[in-house]
């Protein structure tokens, strides 16, 4: 069965460091990649997404992932962090052999202290 | 002008209860989902319905049935509500494979 493992539950970092957050999945075909977030008590949003074109996507607030191929990878950054980022982030794939389902990571909690 | 709506936000009710959750989506997608995150916040979907259509259905026990009356509606009906059915049941809709946008969640609390 296909699935999506991200590197680390718990990222703590102070306000401006730098953010990169690993996500890889199994091989399955053709795919469709994405980042969501999740702020503390609130629902998913997306933050960017992969289809297909340039590997390197930029999304909203600053983020971005650089989507590897021969990795199976589709790792997030941010150049620096601001305390409004701490929340959960998800890696979410779409297998286009599994009717559109969402194989979602585990999570990485991100915490930023002030 | 919510995309994806989801009634109740908070439902807490006693083991053996049947209850139901409802979602409504205005984007005009064809693929409506219901999802799963558990108190470790993983998340796994349970059913997928597209044109009112059941698509997915992932190992979930009889006791979920879900129903689409119409493109816009996917609604989760639950039966003899047990303790292990505590979560944030999240709806999503998209257009085809295309971008899953999400509900605000309902957190079930079974006493």
């Known amino acids: 069965a296909q699935s999506v493992s991200q590197h680390n539950h718990h990222v703590i970092l102070s306000e401006a460091a730098s953010l990169e957050l690993g996500c890889n999945y199994s091989?399955?075909?053709?795919?469709?990649l994405f980042w969501y977030v999740q702020y503390p008590g609130q629902h998913l949003q997306l933050l960017l997404k992969?289809?297909?074109?340039?590997?390197l996507v930029k999304g909203i607030k600053g983020f971005e992932a650089e989507f590897i191929k021969s990795k199976f990878s589709f790792n997030l950054r941010k150049p620096s962090v601001q305390w409004s980022d701490t929340a959960e982030y998800f890696c979410a794939v779409i297998y286009y052999n599994q009717g559109g389902k969402l194989i979602f990571g585990q999570g990485t909690e991100l915490s930023v202290k002030p | 002008d919510t995309a994806v709506s989801q009634t109740p936000k908070y439902l807490v009710t006693q083991m053996g209860n049947d209850k139901s959750i409802k979602c409504e989506q205005n984007?005009?997608?064809?693929?409506m989902y219901w999802y799963k995150q558990d108190s470790k916040k993983f998340l796994k979907i349970m059913f997928s319905y597209n044109n009112k259509e059941l698509i997915i259905n992932e190992t979930v026990p009889n006791r979920f049935s879900p129903k689409s009356p119409d493109k816009a509606h996917l609604n989760l009906h639950i039966n003899s509500l047990e303790l292990g059915d505590s979560a944030v049941y999240f709806c999503a809709s998209s257009q085809g494979v295309q971008t899953q946008y999400f509900g605000p969640g309902t957190r079930l609390l079974v006493l």
């Open positions: 091989y399955g075909g053709t795919v469709n």
């Open positions: 992969y289809f297909s074109g340039d590997p």
């Open positions: 984007l005009g997608h064809d693929t």
